[in-house]
């Protein structure tokens, strides 16, 4: 069974200042990995994804993501926050061989405090 | 423009009462999906499809159907409503293939009183 675990509930952070969300996962075989974000009432929107090749994935909005699969982790990253950032925030997993549908982590909020 | 749509997005209902949400895409996608939203749980899969005729049940599929007759629309029934299916529903849709993302509709919020 595959499984995604998201450490923080919350994530607070000033303006300006760079932020990171973390993820950890688990699958049998080799994964790929998604961020989301989620607006209040609305959908979630793809931000990036970790398919192979380079570890450092960068995606939507000034986003970026490590894959780190010696510690399963793939931590979302941004060098500058910006108020309009504030947002929850999902990690997702499949494992590359099974079925196409997501396993998602419980979600972490981001607050950027101007 | 491409979209995928969910209606109703607000319904109330009764205990008991069969409800159907609709989900609609103009993506000519074959992977489908419903998820469900609680807090706490991030999102957790209801049932998905990868073609027509094709159906799969997911983590939590008890007391939910789908049926998928066209490419476009993947109807989510309750059979009989309960409390406990109280919670924010939402389709997505992705194009086949390995690592294609999935394209999320907006979400119907649904109240079983």
């Known amino acids: 069974a595959q499984s995604v675990a998201q450490p923080e509930d919350q994530v607070n952070v000033a303006e300006g200042n760079p932020l990171t969300v973390k993820c950890t996962y688990s699958?049998?075989?080799?994964?790929?990995l998604f961020w989301y974000v989620q607006y209040p009432n609305r959908g979630l929107q793809f931000l990036l994804k970790?398919?192979?090749?380079?570890?450092l994935v960068k995606g939507s909005y000034g986003f970026e993501a490590e894959f780190n699969k010696s510690q399963t982790s793939f931590h979302l990253k941004k060098p500058s926050a910006l108020v309009s950032d504030s947002a929850l925030y999902f990690c997702?997993?499949?494992?590359?061989?099974?079925?196409?549908?997501?396993?998602f982590g419980s979600g972490t909020r981001l607050q950027v405090q101007p | 423009d491409a979209e995928i749509t969910q209606s109703p997005r607000h319904k109330i209902t009764e205990t008991g009462r069969q409800v159907t949400l609709a989900c609609h895409q103009t993506w000519n996608h074959n992977n489908m999906f419903w998820y469900r939203q609680d807090l706490g749980h991030g999102l957790r899969l209801i049932h998905y499809s990868y073609g027509v005729q094709d159906t799969n049940k997911g983590e939590v599929s008890d007391g939910y159907s789908v049926s998928r007759s066209n490419t476009e629309d993947l109807p989510l029934t309750l059979e009989s409503a309960a409390s406990s299916q109280t919670s924010v529903y939402f389709c997505a849709s992705s194009a086949s293939g390995a690592y294609n993302e999935q394209f999320f509709g907006p979400g119907t919020r649904l109240t079983v009183l």
């Open positions: 997702a997993v499949r494992d590359s061989t099974g079925r196409r549908a997501l396993t």
């Open positions: 699958v049998s075989g080799n994964p790929y």
């Open positions: 970790y398919i192979t090749g380079d570890n």
